[in-house]
């Protein structure tokens, strides 16, 4: 199929979330997928159903909140996992099951120990399955870039025929080029006889900073009509090919790749801000659309240019993306009724007066502390309240601690365990040392501290609240806990806590397609 339409498919909620430690709750999946919805993603993947009870429980969620966009679940080749998705998407206005196989010689041979005609027969019973289950299938290859090109048009040639009605070829590993990968992509149409009966997709790593280049030379090249792609391109090891530039490419350059979007590109930036403060993974200050510095000028000669045209330098509007909602909202003084009105249009639904209240109580705390209120710091506060809902066993009760010139700070922590609660002291380095030095002294956890981040939540002043991001890694297992306070060291025990709840939760995911 050709057209002049570009499928955006954002898989944010599944390969996003394979970024160590950037696992979410169901809430925060289904915050995210609102605000997916209000971006006009025309495909959200939901999760991996079949991974663990919490995927499923959360692709469930989306599938039945979720209106505008198709809800996906990923589903490997077999029976057990499609039914699976099936099962999750049921309450869906629009689904799709995406199943997926490997087919290079390398992940045949080491990881699936299957010949090709063993795979070439599991994937078209998989997506004959699977189309008896849902009308809209989608089948990935995997590794099928490094993939035999006369095998993987045989695989292909196959599904269609069972009717998969998207082939997804992915660059697994990061390891394509541009031209290359588009001429790779072109010619896999050319050899497929029944290539026109499906839509053609491209899912890129950024192993070697090429992913957004990668796809869209799929597009323009290659004829492909869908990218799978994530907001702040999140992804494991370097990351996905990034939503907001694939996006921000082809409606500046629409010259050149003739091709319409159904984005709603003025929520980019909203949806940035969210994914960051949920999974606690930072934007770089330069990151293209959506960094801080994106439409920062310092030079001289060009601040000049863009006062007299902005186009001389600018080749897109910040408030195109969004950036133009970064603005003062609420204050000490607001009422209940432009809280609630202004979570609304954050997209933030809370499920009863109950939750409403008690974030409406943090906020009156929050204003009491800090003058002005930004949407920002409403997200956090938010999001904050929804950990402690759903998952804290350790939570923070009371904070004090000394620091002077010349002496060794001192942290007096008080925190609770569940039903229990624990007083601990200790001396540091710093103020943040010596207060997660006292309470690992307590719960003696033995976790390895991997990354400790501060980020200003809002820019321009030093009111802002203090993010703290710590990833800890345990057993095998990495996890990352978010703190947000206007005190950066309260932020760090918020954060290392939130880490250490996450420890806790015994649950476990089955790992899904790279």
Request: charged share 25%; glycine share 8%.
């Amino acid at each position: 199929m050709s057209t002049d339409r570009l499928i955006i498919f954002d898989t944010t909620l599944r390969d996003g979330e394979q970024s160590p430690g950037a696992s979410m709750t169901k809430d925060e999946k289904l915050r995210i997928a609102r605000q997916l919805e209000r971006l006009r993603v025309d495909v959200i993947e939901a999760g991996f159903a079949a991974s663990s009870n919490g995927d499923f429980e959360a692709v469930k969620a989306i599938a039945e909140a979720i209106r505008e966009s198709t809800v996906c679940s990923l589903a490997r080749a077999n029976d057990r996992d499609i039914a699976r998705a099936a099962e999750a998407l049921k309450g869906a206005a629009r689904s799709r099951i995406h199943t997926f196989i490997a087919t290079s010689e390398l992940h045949m041979e080491k990881k699936l120990r299957m010949t090709r005609e063993q795979v070439l027969e599991q994937a078209r019973l998989a997506v004959r399955f699977a189309r008896n289950l849902c009308e809209d299938i989608e089948f990935s290859p995997e590794d099928g870039y490094r993939s035999d090109p006369d095998f993987l048009a045989r695989v292909i040639e196959a599904v269609i025929a069972e009717g998969a009605c998207t082939i997804n070829i992915p660059d697994t590993v990061g390891y394509a080029v541009p031209e290359l990968f588009g001429e790779f992509i072109r010619s896999l149409r050319e050899r497929v006889p029944n290539s026109d009966q499906a839509v053609w997709s491209v899912h890129c790593h950024n192993d070697l900073g090429m992913a957004v280049a990668n796809s869209l030379a799929g597009v323009k090249i290659g004829g492909a009509r869908q990218i799978e792609c994530t907001i702040n391109g999140l992804g494991e090891r370097a990351g996905n090919c990034s939503l907001e530039e694939v996006v921000m490419a082809v409606k500046t350059r629409r010259d050149y790749f003739g091709l319409q979007l159904g984005i709603d590109a003025s929520q980019i930036v909203p949806a940035s801000r969210l994914v960051s403060q949920t999974t606690g993974f930072v934007v770089q200050p330069n990151k293209a659309v959506v960094g801080a510095n994106a439409f920062a000028h310092a030079s001289g000669i060009h601040q000049d240019g863009v006062l007299k045209a902005r186009d001389t330098y600018e080749i897109m509007r910040a408030e195109d993306v969004g950036w133009s909602a970064n603005k003062i909202v609420l204050g000490k003084l607001s009422g209940r009724n432009a809280f609630k009105q202004r979570l609304q249009e954050l997209g933030i639904a809370l499920e009863s007066e109950a939750e409403i209240n008690a974030a409406f109580q943090r906020f009156k705390d929050l204003a009491d502390r800090k003058a002005e209120i930004f949407d920002e710091d409403i997200i956090a506060l938010v999001m904050d309240e929804s950990v402690t809902q759903e998952q804290e066993h350790y939570r923070l009760l009371t904070l004090a601690q000394r620091s002077t010139t010349g002496e060794r700070p001192h942290a007096e922590v008080v925190f609770a365990a569940g039903d229990a609660e624990f007083r601990t002291e200790s001396d540091g380095n710093g103020p943040v040392d010596a207060v997660l030095k006292a309470i690992e002294s307590k719960v003696e956890s033995g976790a390895e501290m991997v990354l400790y981040s501060v980020n200003a939540i809002t820019s321009g002043s030093t009111e802002s609240q203090g993010e703290v991001t710590v990833r800890l890694q345990h057993a095998g297992r990495v996890v990352n806990g978010v703190g947000a306070d206007p005190d950066i060291v309260v932020a760090s025990a918020k954060a290392y806590l939130s880490a250490l709840n996450k420890l806790q939760s015994k649950t476990e995911r089955v790992a899904a397609q790279g």
